[in-house]
């Protein structure tokens, strides 16, 4: 029993993670594309990474906030 416990922990950290980590390059890639695109070197590459590290917190307090409403519910 404490074996899934431990693993449904580590199944909520990954997913977290891996949230974070997707907002933070999706907007680092975008902010390199409209560089390219612009001709601006490092100024929306610079924009879209700290857009995406307050983007990727974002969703991770709500995520925790819907999580918390759920557990409410039982």
Do not use: C
């Given at each position: 029993m404490k074996?899934?416990?431990g693993l449904a922990i580590f199944s909520l950290?990954?997913?977290?993670?891996?949230?974070?980590?997707?907002?933070?390059?999706?907007?680092?890639?975008?902010?390199?594309?409209?560089d390219g695109w612009l001709g601006t070197t490092p100024l929306f590459t610079v924009i879209g990474g700290i857009l995406g590290v307050f983007?990727?917190?974002?969703?991770?307090?709500?995520?925790?906030?819907r999580m918390e409403e759920n557990d409410g519910k039982d």
């Amino acid at each position: 029993m404490k074996d899934r416990k431990g693993l449904a922990i580590f199944s909520l950290v990954s997913a977290f993670a891996f949230s974070m980590l997707l907002t933070i390059a999706g907007l680092l890639i975008f902010g390199v594309m409209m560089d390219g695109w612009l001709g601006t070197t490092p100024l929306f590459t610079v924009i879209g990474g700290i857009l995406g590290v307050f983007g990727g917190v974002y969703n991770l307090i709500r995520q925790i906030i819907r999580m918390e409403e759920n557990d409410g519910k039982d």
